[in-house]
């Protein structure tokens, strides 16, 4: 028998309800370019004119993956992939900031294949295919028939929880083992959420051990993260350290270090537990002081890519890192909160300039240039991706919050 809970281990119903929605954002006395966050307001209507192009050719129940300039062709995929909530999520912040109809008309019709994918039991990612899309449409009109889609999506990713290991498996293997990626860490805001609406605190219990866990195994003395770790599924130990998409095991790969720093940022707003938020300045310091972080902040694939100064960006780190860290400076000091608000202040500035962001029409209507997915199995390298969108109209939403 699950027990059901009025509050959650000490914290206040209040204080957990905080920004449980995808975007929402702690108002603080941060320092904002009042000019950049007025000019998002065009940024939002240019990103909607792109989305249309992108819409205009998608096939029914497909979902738009990435475009290939040099083809000329786009790569869809269907519902069960894990990017497929970041679509409907992107028009549905776009929506929010524009009110084109249209836009929401689109979010509304996807949402319909991506519907039964409530049930996937297959896939750690049902926080990104699900909150971002159904969850960002239950906070702009809430509806009974979106909380039963995201309850029963929880209720699917905690079918891969181990207690034995203390985390949600990612990857599915034939092989003795257990893999948990720091992607992961994405994935945990639905959990939350769910405690958070139905009073069962199981939920809840999953979402820390698995974070716990993560802190424990993940990260170097430098906290820097691994991408993948290989436990023993029988006893919990570790078997591997290992980092899949990133440049070698040993190696700090981009796009990891802001899933961690994302992640453990939503840790600490759902618990107010201080070591999520230790974890959270940590990592941010490791990003943000390292010698190979670019001027304009954009940083390389892999902070130890080989052919650094040549090496491909990734524009989807920046725009999750932008995002996490304009929550993350309404937790800490005025020091620390300035130092977060003017690092992610250039990245949105390098984000929305010619070097970033798509000419009107092109880039097979994504908005974002310059996105790294897999470069060592040389997938999806120097492209446009749902999620670097996804997350850059989120940071931009946040910055224009905080600039109010």
Not at 48 to 58: F, S, T
Not at 179 to 193: A, K, Q, S
Not at 287 to 304: Q, S
Request: charged share 20%; proline share 5%.
């Amino acid at each position: 028998m699950k027990r059901r809970i009025s509050w959650m281990h000490g914290v206040a119903a209040g204080a957990f309800v905080l920004a449980m929605a995808c975007g929402t954002q702690k108002q603080t006395t941060a320092t904002t370019d009042k000019a950049l966050a007025q000019s998002f307001d065009k940024e939002f209507v240019d990103a909607g004119a792109q989305y249309k192009v992108l819409a205009k050719d998608l096939p029914a129940d497909k979902f738009p993956k990435t475009y290939f300039p040099t083809t000329g062709k786009h790569e869809y995929s269907n519902s069960g992939w894990w990017c497929s909530g970041f679509y409907p999520g992107t028009l549905l912040y776009i929506y929010e900031q524009t009110k084109d109809q249209a836009l929401y008309t689109e979010a509304m019709r996807i949402l319909e294949p991506l519907k039964k994918e409530q049930y996937n039991k297959s896939t750690h990612d049902l926080g990104f295919m699900m909150f971002c899309s159904f969850g960002t449409a239950n906070r702009l009109q809430p509806k009974p028939e979106y909380k039963e889609i995201l309850i029963n999506s929880a209720k699917s990713l905690c079918t891969r929880f181990d207690p034995k290991v203390g985390c949600i498996k990612s990857w599915d293997s034939k092989k003795p083992e257990f893999l948990v990626i720091i992607d992961n860490m994405m994935n945990l805001e639905l959990l939350f959420w769910a405690t958070q609406v139905t009073g069962d605190s199981s939920y809840y219990k999953i979402a820390v051990t698995h974070a716990n866990t993560t802190i424990k195994n993940h990260f170097r003395p430098d906290y820097s993260s691994y991408h993948v770790i290989n436990y023993n599924p029988e006893t919990g130990a570790v078997q591997q350290k290992r980092t899949a998409q990133g440049f070698a095991d040993e190696s700090a790969w981009a796009r990891g270090q802001a899933w961690g720093l994302y992640g453990f940022t939503v840790m600490y707003r759902a618990t107010k537990d201080k070591k999520y938020l230790d974890q959270a300045n940590h990592i941010a310091n490791y990003y943000l002081t390292h010698p190979n972080l670019p001027a304009d902040k954009v940083p390389y694939w892999d902070f130890n890519a080989p052919d650094i100064p040549n090496a491909k960006r990734d524009a989807s780190a920046a725009a999750i890192t932008a995002a996490a860290l304009l929550e993350l400076q309404g937790y800490v000091d005025a020091g620390k909160a300035k130092v977060y608000t003017d690092a992610a202040t250039t990245m949105l500035r390098s984000l929305s300039s010619a070097a970033y962001k798509a000419p009107a029409g092109t880039n097979g209507g994504f908005i974002i240039e310059h996105c790294v997915g897999h470069l060592p199995a040389k997938s999806e390298v120097d492209v446009p991706l749902t999620y670097a969108d996804y997350y850059y109209v989120e940071a931009m939403k946040r910055y224009k919050d905080l600039s109010k």
